[in-house]
């Protein structure tokens, strides 16, 4: 059974930073892409950044390049996203999400498997 355990949202300042955590348990082996993705209220869920299991190729969203990083820890089953700059804009439930085969990494619909989600709130 897989399961997917996000942890390490958090209320911060503009300008600060955080590195939230996801457990990827269960059938991780057979994954090929992992990936961060969020909501903000109102809107619709976005692909932040994604890292193909196999090869470690990495991929961002424009609104996040430079300031976030998605990283792997194979041997803990632990996906991590290093977020730098905070601002209000980031506010937003942040969601890892596993996904059996390649595909757009931005797609929602690309994931086959998602965590609870963990809150990150910026204020200025």
């Known amino acids: 059974q897989v399961q997917i355990v996000e942890s390490g949202g958090d209320s911060v300042q503009a300008g600060g930073s955080l590195r939230p955590s996801c457990v990827v348990s269960?059938?991780?082996?057979?994954?090929?892409?992992l990936g961060w993705l969020r909501q903000a209220p109102g809107k619709e869920r976005e692909g932040l950044a994604a890292?193909?299991?196999?090869?470690?190729?990495?991929y961002y969203a424009d609104s996040v390049k430079g300031r976030f990083t998605i990283s792997q820890d194979k041997a803990k089953q632990t996906l991590y996203l290093y977020m730098s700059s905070l601002d209000p804009e980031d506010t937003a439930m942040y969601y890892c999400?596993?996904?059996?085969?390649?595909?757009?990494?931005?797609?929602?619909?690309?994931?086959?498997?998602w965590g609870q989600g963990t809150q990150v709130t910026v204020s200025s």
């Open positions: 999400a596993a996904a059996r085969y390649g595909g757009t990494w931005s797609k929602v619909e690309t994931y086959d498997y």
């Open positions: 269960g059938y991780a082996c057979s994954f090929r892409m």
């Open positions: 890292i193909y299991t196999f090869g470690c190729a990495t």
